[in-house]
């Protein structure tokens, strides 16, 4: 039994993450289309900062949409909001955060969490229990690590550790380069609402990249 190979890893799938929400009505018209035409395992709904009973109508607003279409919602920031809500966790923006957070999400609830510079501070996450690890998202300054970075940062993780990893895509050949790099997920987000040819054109090309990526590398080709 000691040399059965371990179970082949899962396909990634998309993290798709929305336009700041002020008002939800576009995106409301906009994502049960979205959702039908591709695999989207979550969506990460970045609201606009306003008072918490105008920002729990809105998760409420776009929660049954999105869970309807078997996909979990989260809520960028705003822990103390998701079961308020009715939103299925919280992406936290570093180790900080989801140490403060994890009390009120825990046990019922997904914990995710970004903003890890070091690869101690990764760990650090994932004892801690976080559900998810992101890599390669901007930081306050609107800077990021190399794709070659994210890459080999994403590759030790889906080396060594259990819990998922997230890939921040922002273009299509990132989330190519992300997927074949051992992402259990792919963040996608501006560069899919900013495509001129709309948004489910971008997410369906997106969807085929990291499919194609995952099939090269499980080809020994990746």
């Known amino acids: 039994m000691s040399n059965k190979s371990p179970p082949p890893r899962p396909a990634p799938r998309l993290y798709l993450a929305t336009p700041v929400v002020d008002d939800p009505a576009a995106l409301l ?32 607003a776009l929660a049954p949409v999105v869970q309807n279409a078997g996909a979990a919602l989260l809520i960028d920031g705003h822990p103390e909001i998701v079961a308020r809500g009715g939103a299925d966790g919280a992406h936290l923006s570093d180790v900080a955060a989801l140490e403060e957070a994890m009390p009120s999400l825990k046990p019922d609830r997904i914990a995710g969490v970004g903003g890890l510079e070091t690869r101690h501070e990764s760990m650090n996450a994932g004892e801690m229990g976080a559900d998810y690890v992101l ?6 300054k609107g800077q990021r690590p190399s794709a070659q970075a ?21 273009s299509i050949e990132e989330a190519y380069d992300f997927a074949a790099s051992g992402a259990d997920f792919v963040l996608v987000g501006d560069f899919i609402w900013a495509d001129p040819r709309g948004p489910k054109a971008a997410l369906i090309e997106a969807d085929a990249a990291i499919k194609q990526a995952f099939a090269a590398a499980a080809m020994g080709q990746g």
Do not use: N
């Open 29 to 60: 018209a906009e994502l049960p289309d979205l959702l039908a035409a591709v695999d989207v395992a979550a969506v990460l709904v970045r609201l606009k900062e306003t008072d918490q009973r105008t920002m729990i109508s809105r998760i409420k």
């Open 135 to 140: 890599f390669g998202e901007p930081d306050k």
């Open 150 to 170: 994210i890459a080999e940062r994403l590759d030790w993780w889906a080396e060594l550790f259990e819990p998922p990893c997230v890939g921040f895509a922002a």
